[in-house]
Protein backbone atom coordinates (compact mmCIF):
# COMPACT_ATOMS: atom_id res chain seq x y z
CA UNK A 1 0.00 0.00 0.00
CA UNK A 2 2.71 2.28 1.00
CA UNK A 3 4.83 1.73 -2.04
CA UNK A 4 2.05 1.59 -4.34
CA UNK A 5 1.65 5.42 -3.00
CA UNK A 6 5.43 6.37 -3.30
CA UNK A 7 5.19 5.19 -6.86
CA UNK A 8 2.11 7.25 -7.91
CA UNK A 9 3.62 10.13 -6.46
CA UNK A 10 7.11 9.58 -8.34
CA UNK A 11 4.46 8.99 -11.72
CA UNK A 12 2.87 12.10 -10.43
CA UNK A 13 6.06 14.47 -10.07
CA UNK A 14 7.52 13.22 -12.94
CA UNK A 15 4.52 14.09 -15.00
CA UNK A 16 4.90 17.27 -13.92
CA UNK A 17 8.36 17.77 -14.80
CA UNK A 18 7.53 17.03 -17.95
CA UNK A 19 5.00 19.23 -18.78
CA UNK A 20 7.13 22.12 -17.26
CA UNK A 21 10.01 21.25 -19.75
CA UNK A 22 8.05 20.78 -22.44
CA UNK A 23 6.09 24.56 -21.93
CA UNK A 24 10.28 25.48 -21.23
CA UNK A 25 10.98 23.83 -24.69
CA UNK A 26 8.02 26.34 -26.26
CA UNK A 27 9.23 29.29 -24.30
CA UNK A 28 13.05 28.90 -25.57
CA UNK A 29 11.73 28.24 -29.24
CA UNK A 30 9.05 30.95 -29.19
CA UNK A 31 11.67 33.44 -28.32
CA UNK A 32 13.92 32.16 -30.83
CA UNK A 33 11.20 32.27 -33.68
CA UNK A 34 10.90 36.03 -32.40
CA UNK A 35 14.49 36.85 -32.77
CA UNK A 36 14.39 35.28 -36.42
CA UNK A 37 11.77 37.73 -37.07
CA UNK A 38 13.01 41.09 -35.94
CA UNK A 39 16.74 40.13 -37.79
CA UNK A 40 15.12 39.79 -40.81
Do not use: D, F
Amino acid sequence: MQLNRKAGLQTMILKQSKGTLVILIQKRLNATYQEMRTGI
